[in-house]
């Protein structure tokens, strides 16, 4: 694979349901990010993991947005419960250079944008 | 609140003339500063890094120009050309910020025939 590649390009939801983005990062990159993106804003951290340490979910607006990245590979962001202003366009990146060794070169998957009806 | 600004959503330039963007900072930590260029329905690509070291960074017609006194930052195009024709994100690492960057909102440049 060429790129980062994410599923599903659209995800059109009701609210109170749950939904799972996938994201298939560059193979061999050991960073994984989740950023969103909503109307107007830039992008917004919101989960990050580096190799088998443990992830920084800081970014994470609430406790309905979770995510876990299997053989540190795939990464599955999980949102529970969505809202309306879940409403955005989810962005994961990956990166092979880990943080503090240099810059920080993010490689971007096309997004999904995700609407709450 | 915004630790990485830009100021201008939108900007409008002739082709072949020169385009400015500018972002502002507020976290002197910060080591590295990015420039990404995203298309519409595309994910942001990477276009030219500083290192907070630096004062300049040249590739081809763009230039990243770092004013650390003033927390500023700037990307020059020229020419600029039509398929330049995109919104630029200004993003920076390092500062506490972990692995992730840390986004401005956004420049809109429109470059005219």
């Known amino acids: 694979g060429a790129g980062v590649s994410q599923s599903p390009s659209n995800k059109v939801t009701e609210k109170g349901k749950d939904v799972e983005l996938r994201c298939d990062p560059i193979s061999g990159h050991t960073a994984l990010y989740w950023y969103r993106q909503s109307l107007g804003q830039g992008l917004e951290f919101l989960i990050y993991?580096?190799?088998?340490?443990?992830?920084?979910k800081s970014g994470l607006p609430s406790d309905r947005f979770s995510a876990e990245r299997t053989g540190g590979s795939v990464s599955t962001l999980t949102i529970q419960r969505t809202q309306q202003e879940d409403s955005a366009v989810y962005l994961c990146?990956?990166?092979?250079?880990?943080?503090?060794?240099?810059?920080?070169?993010?490689?971007f998957g096309p997004g999904t944008r995700l609407t709450v009806l | 609140d915004q630790q990485v600004k830009q100021n201008s959503p939108s900007l409008s330039v002739q082709e072949g003339r020169i385009s400015i963007l500018n972002c502002d900072y507020t976290?002197?930590?910060?080591?590295?500063f990015l420039w990404y260029k995203k298309y519409p329905a595309e994910g942001p690509t990477f276009l030219i890094s500083?290192?907070?070291?630096?004062d300049k960074n040249e590739d081809g017609r763009f230039t990243v120009f770092l004013n650390k006194s003033a927390k500023h930052l700037s990307l020059h195009i020229v020419p600029s050309q039509p398929g330049d024709s995109a919104v630029y994100f200004c993003?920076?690492?390092?500062?506490?910020?972990?692995?992730?960057?840390?986004f401005g909102k956004g420049t809109k440049l429109s470059v005219k025939p």
């Open positions: 500083i290192s907070s070291i630096k």
């Open positions: 990146a990956s990166s092979l250079v880990p943080p503090g060794t240099g810059y920080n070169e993010q490689f």
């Open positions: 993991f580096q190799g088998n340490s443990a992830p920084d």
């Open positions: 993003a920076a690492s390092g500062g506490g910020s972990q692995g992730n960057l840390i």
């Open positions: 976290n002197s930590m910060f080591d590295y």
